[in-house]
């Protein structure tokens, strides 16, 4: 750790009131359906997914809110922040079965086009429902459109509508406007990334199968483009492995009970 990191990590300690606490790195998952129906590597049954919750946090992995991970409210460990995209029906049911049993929040990222849209996607009544619970929510585009430098290229107008649009309709579900942004399959060039962040929001995060932690205590970090990683399940044994190793790299002082 440099000197001034070092020092702006006692500094935001003392903040907290949490001593000499330095704000560890976070490893942003990213999600998108848990449909149990085995035909998409990116789809978890509820039971697949809990236990793999269940493996990290008997590895000692604390899990953190975004918005925590973003405040520095971490350990000074790895911490796992849980992200999930698009507004699949199944996270619904996910978040009653899977993660509110466990206390856990995952933050949601959904693109309007997709609500009220079908019935694989979730309605806005239900979208509504979990911000009371306490869920939170970002944009994920209008349309899920690609956001790339080809998109940008050769349609700039339809990457405008992605960053620009999304916040009206959320706004009226969410009754907050959101501040954090996922870019649709995960790539923005630096164009975009700035387009993002003028619209207003704060974050914007990118995605792909890389094991990326991520410190937000780094005054570095780009606020356009923040690593997150997709759990595929051709990657989550690559995944497990880089927990078990940092595990064994950390041990806990008190093992986790
Ligand atoms: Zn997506």
Same mark, same amino acid.
């Given at each position: ?9 006692? &500094? ?7 001593? !000499? ?18 035909? $998409?590597t /990116? ?11 269940? %493996? ?6 604390? &899990?953190? !809110? /975004?918005?925590?991970?973003? #405040? ?12 999930i995209?698009?507004?699949? @029906?199944?996270?619904?049911q996910?978040?009653? +079965?899977?993660?509110?049993? %466990? =206390?856990?929040?995952? &933050? ?8 009220? %849209? $079908? %019935? ?5 009544a239900r979208v @509504?429902?979990?911000?009371k ?6 944009? =994920?585009?209008?349309y899920?459109?690609?956001?790339? *430098? ?6 700039? *107008?339809?990457?405008?509508? *992605? ?9 009226k579900i969410?009754?907050?406007?959101? !501040?954090m ?13 700035k387009?993002?962040?003028s ?7 990118? #995605?792909?199968? +890389?094991?990326v932690p991520?410190? &937000?205590?780094?005054p570095?970090l780009? =606020?356009g483009?923040?690593?997150r990683t997709?759990?595929y =399940? ?10 078990? @190793?940092?595990? #064994? ?9």
């Amino acid at each position: 750790m440099g000197v001034k990191k070092g020092l702006l990590s006692l &500094f935001l300690g003392s903040i907290w009131g949490l001593g !000499t606490v330095v704000a560890g790195p976070v490893l942003i998952l990213d999600y998108h359906t848990f449909l149990g129906t085995k035909t $998409s590597t /990116l789809d978890y049954s509820d039971k697949v997914m809990g236990e793999q919750l269940d %493996r990290m946090a008997a590895l000692g992995f604390q &899990f953190v !809110t /975004l918005p925590d991970a973003i #405040a520095g409210k971490t350990g000074p460990r790895l911490s796992i922040v849980l992200t999930i995209d698009d507004g699949n @029906h199944s996270i619904y049911q996910a978040m009653h +079965k899977v993660f509110e049993p %466990r =206390h856990l929040k995952p &933050f949601l990222f959904i693109y309007p086009h997709a609500i009220d %849209r $079908s %019935r694989f996607t979730i309605t806005s009544a239900r979208v @509504h429902e979990l911000e009371k619970e306490g869920f939170l929510f970002g944009a =994920h585009g209008y349309y899920h459109l690609p956001m790339t *430098e080809h998109a940008w290229r050769t349609d700039p *107008e339809q990457v405008r509508h *992605e960053a620009l649009w999304p916040a009206e309709p959320l706004t009226k579900i969410l009754g907050y406007r959101p !501040t954090m942004f996922a870019y649709p399959y995960g790539f923005a060039p630096l164009a975009v990334q700035k387009l993002v962040l003028s619209a207003g929001y704060q974050w914007a995060f990118a #995605a792909d199968d +890389k094991i990326v932690p991520v410190d &937000f205590s780094d005054p570095h970090l780009a =606020h356009g483009y923040v690593p997150r990683t997709i759990v595929y =399940h051709w990657n989550l044994p690559i995944l497990m492995r880089y927990l078990e @190793h940092y595990a #064994a790299e950390h041990p806990l002082k008190h093992p986790a009970t």
